[in-house]
């Protein structure tokens, strides 16, 4: 206790000499004397002008200074920006140097820092000369005792930011989240230890990784040299990787990671007879794996590579050289050398000295990036050559690979597709790749041959399809071709390969049969796609499609191209119930975004309504064509039940003629059906059609359109046609004989039979000669007042009719018989259904008012056994 008042008072005394210290050093730091002080203190341990907000200062535990809204100026050689902008900073002061009133920082700390490093028009770097210079030349590294110097001595950064300038270009490259510490381990020996993400603008990144970075540089003006330095790049994807270079996502998906050292002013780089002053050593060691399209999934057999690369690289001539490149996939090398000029105009060149790649590696990159590709396909070949690339983008200069050949194991086929031998180069700046033979043969058979000669003959015999394919590339003129050439006794193995490589040639239909092909695909910078010329023959086969109930028998079907146009004969076809024949053509179109017209002539010898409906009937409705449409579209469309039709009409665009002997549809048949017209962008339009019916003639004319909602227009003209062959009720065709001309025009909408129907409306006249019907003496049975027998015969005739309620409305048929007149009047329903009325008039006069008559005939009910009646009117005048 005694103790206690002893020292109270001391204690007191110096705690209220520090707070008022404190006190005073902060109210000091204020003023604009002591900010310049300040100022120019971390402006000498900086070696740059510096700008800040206002300071701090605190006296405990120890001295420390602190700065909010610093900013340290940039070198004028290396513009007029910031060098280093940061929110808060943290210094630590010695005390020796505070006591004798001077400031000698040890430990600094900034807080959301912003660097921009600078490479000026000399290859230099604006951060070469802020860190200290070194008072020795020594080349040593690791920790070593630290000289006391008004300089910084550790660096400490927390959330920082690092911009990157070529001159005043700025770079859209980035590192964010910078975290880590720069320490002079030694006079003028800097060690690094920072952690990264990398960023670039206008980049969406999601996962770029994180990059870190350790090693010990040198703080001279002999541009950070000497310096070891190791870099790590972890847990990186490949869709950010290629971001960050390229600016844009190219759909790959994988994981990448890579390991980097580089030395530069060691003792075991001595200028070597290549060698350049300021040379760095590295090495590099980059790995990708699970490589795939981004909407693909993963697999086990995905792609992975490794790509080592050791070399020098000389910062300021932006020269880099990896005298070792090996690049590794799964079963395949790469070996060779490099050479990067990484200046404002960059320059590539990669030798590959040796390489040897398998055809599996190949075939896993396809699984990688190509959606549908069977896993039962394996291919067994091996490529080696040598390859030269130069410039940027990289361009082939040298090439030179060849297999002796190898096979592919395709479910489907009966055998394995045997690929002959593969040689190939670049010449004169053509690159040529040999014809390379494609074959397979039938099924083994048990019984072996007797003699070698024997099985020699019976592998010709049972060579079942051989294909050669070739190519030609000339890269000066940007030209070149593929020639395919050879036959399969079956198509359909064809098709089976390019489903299997997840390639489908037929979308929505089967074909088998034998075919030979002769073709070239031709491309070059002054096409605008690709230009194919040769045809394919078939002599037989059968063509199954979707939605129809059979498949469709060909016979002697050619597909030509000529220059881009093609061109189909089609032989005999089978189908619909009747024989096709005719020929197609589509010209080449010049418009990518218009596709060319389809240009058709088609005969039929009889078609058949009934047999349409067996085809294409019962089995397939009620939605035969809705299913028939996402394998013609490739399953890139998927119809709703408003617009499935619409849009396969959409994609057609065509032009031409068809001809039918015959057309024959429940009790209407027409005779030599002629028809020409176009369809296009949801629109049909048959401009002119004509057929021969009922003994006279039809010309029609039709316009229908499919969008929004399907709609019909149709104008036909009848000249002589024969009442008596009329597709009637048989009991009133049979008591009727003359002919009829005429005009109608008739209009619809709708899908199906009951709302055409529904929607259907028109008018048109009819003008009859030499009517006669049998049965009643229509005369004689109105004057009577009762049905008479006999006939009656009228010399001419005309009237009009409209069309509407499912029913054909007569407004006023006259019919003429020397001086008498029988006007008829009244509605035939769709249904058979009759409700007419049937007036004469006996005077002469031809005049729209009829004179007053007692009598007037009605037919009401069945067409087929009508019920007749007379009835009385005082007076009846028909309508005009």
């Known amino acids: 206790m005694s103790g206690l008042r002893k020292w109270w008072k001391p204690a007191l005394a110096i705690v209220a000499l520090v707070v008022v210290s404190q006190a005073g050093v902060s109210a000091l730091v204020r003023t604009r004397r002591v900010h310049g002080f300040l100022v120019r203190h971390l402006a000498r341990a900086f070696g740059r002008s510096v700008e800040v907000g206002h300071f701090n200062v605190l006296l405990l535990p120890s001295p420390q200074l602190d700065a909010d809204r610093i900013t340290i100026g940039e070198d004028p050689a290396f513009g007029n920006e910031y060098f280093l902008r940061a929110d808060h900073l943290k210094a630590g002061l010695r005390w020796s140097g505070f006591l004798r009133a001077h400031f000698e920082f040890g430990t600094l700390s900034l807080s959301r820092p912003s660097l921009i490093l600078v490479r000026n028009s000399e290859g230099r770097w604006n951060l070469e000369r802020w860190l200290p210079p070194a008072k020795t030349s020594a080349r ?119 390991d980097a050292a580089a030395k530069s002013g060691t ?155 593969v040689e190939g180069g670049r010449l004169r700046g053509v690159l040529t790749i040999d014809p390379v033979r494609l074959s397979y043969v039938g099924p083994s058979r048990t019984d072996a041959p007797a003699s070698a000669a024997a099985s020699k003959k019976r592998a010709v015999i049972e060579t079942r399809g051989a294909v050669t394919v070739g190519l030609v590339h000339d890269f000066d003129k940007q030209a070149g071709g593929i020639n395919i050439e050879g036959h399969v006794d079956n198509v359909q193995d064809v098709l089976r390969v390019a489903e299997t490589v997840g390639r489908p040639i037929n979308h929505g239909w089967e074909l088998s049969g034998p075919v030979g092909a002769s073709l070239r695909c031709d491309w070059s910078r002054d096409l605008p796609r ?64 218009e596709p060319a017209k389809w240009t058709f002539r088609l005969h039929a010898d009889h078609v058949n309504a009934a047999e349409l409906d067996r085809w294409i009937g019962p089995r397939a409705r009620p939605s035969w064509l809705r299913r028939l449409l996402p394998s013609l579209l490739g399953g890139a469309f998927q119809p709703s039940p408003a617009s499935g039709a619409s849009e396969l009409v959409r994609r057609v665009n065509a032009e031409g003629e068809l001809r039918i002997d015959e057309f024959t549809m429940e009790k209407l048949t027409l005779q030599k059906v002629v028809a020409a017209g176009t369809l296009q962008n949801l629109h049909l339009d048959i401009h002119d059609a004509s057929a021969q019916w009922a003994g006279g003639s039809v010309r029609a004319r039709m316009n229908a359109q499919f969008l929004p909602r399907p709609a019909y227009e149709v104008t036909a003209d009848l000249d002589r046609v024969d009442l008596a062959k009329l597709p009637a009720v048989p009991r009133i065709t049979e008591r009727f004989s003359g002919v009829a001309s005429g005009t109608f025009h008739i209009t619809t909408r709708g899908v199906g039979r009951e709302e055409l129907l529904q929607h259907l409306a028109g008018r048109g006249d009819v003008r009859v000669r030499n009517v006669e019907f049998r049965g009643w003496d229509v005369s004689a049975s109105v004057a009577d007042g009762e049905p008479r027998s006999g006939q009656s015969h009228w010399t001419a005739g005309e009237g009009a009719f409209t069309l509407r309620d499912r029913a054909i409305v007569l407004a006023g048929l006259r019919l003429e018989a020397g001086r008498e007149l029988t006007l008829v009047k009244g509605t035939l329903s769709f249904g058979r259904d009759a409700d007419l009325t049937v007036q004469t008039v006996t005077d002469g006069r031809r005049e729209t008012r009829v004179p007053e008559t007692r009598r007037v005939l009605k037919i009401s009910g069945p067409l087929d056994v009508p019920r007749v009646s007379i009835e009385r009117s005082l007076t009846h005048q028909p309508a005009d």
Do not use: C
Not at 183 to 200: D, K, Y
């Open 140 to 258: 040593s590294y690791g920790p070593a005792q630290i000289t006391a110097a008004n300089r910084l001595s550790r660096i400490d950064i927390e959330d920082g930011r690092v911009n990157f300038k070529i001159v005043d270009e700025k770079l859209p490259f980035a590192f964010t989240n910078v975290s880590g510490t720069v320490e002079q381990v030694s006079t003028g020996r800097w060690q690094l230890q920072l952690a990264a993400e990398p960023w670039r603008s206008g980049a969406a990144l999601q996962s770029a990784g994180i990059l870190s970075v350790r090693g010990d540089v040198a703080g001279t003006s002999a541009r950070l040299q000497p310096a070891e330095v190791r870099v790590h790049w972890e847990r990186g994807s490949l869709a950010d990787l290629l971001r960050l270079f390229r600016g844009r996502d190219y759909g790959v998906r994988g994981l990448f990671a890579l």
């Open 530 to 593: 690709l230009r194919w010329s040769g045809h394919v023959e078939m002599p037989k086969g059968m063509l199954q499609a979707a939605g129809l109930n059979q498949p469709l028998q060909l016979s002697r079907t050619r597909l030509e191209w000529k220059e881009g146009a093609r061109s189909a004969d089609l032989g005999e076809i089978e189908g619909f119930g009747a024989t096709w024949t005719g020929t197609a053509s589509r010209p080449l179109s010049l418009d990518p975004d």
């Open 267 to 421: 003792p075991d780089l001595a200028p070597a007879a290549e060698g350049q002053p300021g040379d760095w050593s590295y090495s590099i060691q980059a790995r990708a794996m699970q490589i795939h399209r981004w909407d693909l999934n993963e697999r086990s057999d995905n792609p992975r590579v490794n790509v080592s690369l050791l070399g020098r690289l000389n910062v300021a001539s932006g020269n880099v050289r990896a005298t070792r490149l090996v690049i590794e996939t799964a079963k395949s090398n790469l070996r060779g050398t490099a050479e990067a000029s990484i200046s404002r105009d960059p320059s590539w060149m990669v030798r590959v000295d040796s390489a040897g790649v398998q055809a599996s590696d190949a075939l896993a990159w396809l699984r990688a990036f190509q959606p549908g590709v069977d896993d039962s396909l394996s291919v067994e070949q091996y490529f080696t050559g040598g390859i030269t690339l130069h410039g940027w983008p990289l361009q082939l200069t040298d090439a030179a690979f060849s297999s002796e050949g190898g096979q592919a194991r395709v479910a489907e086929l009966p055998s394995p597709l045997r690929i002959g031998p």
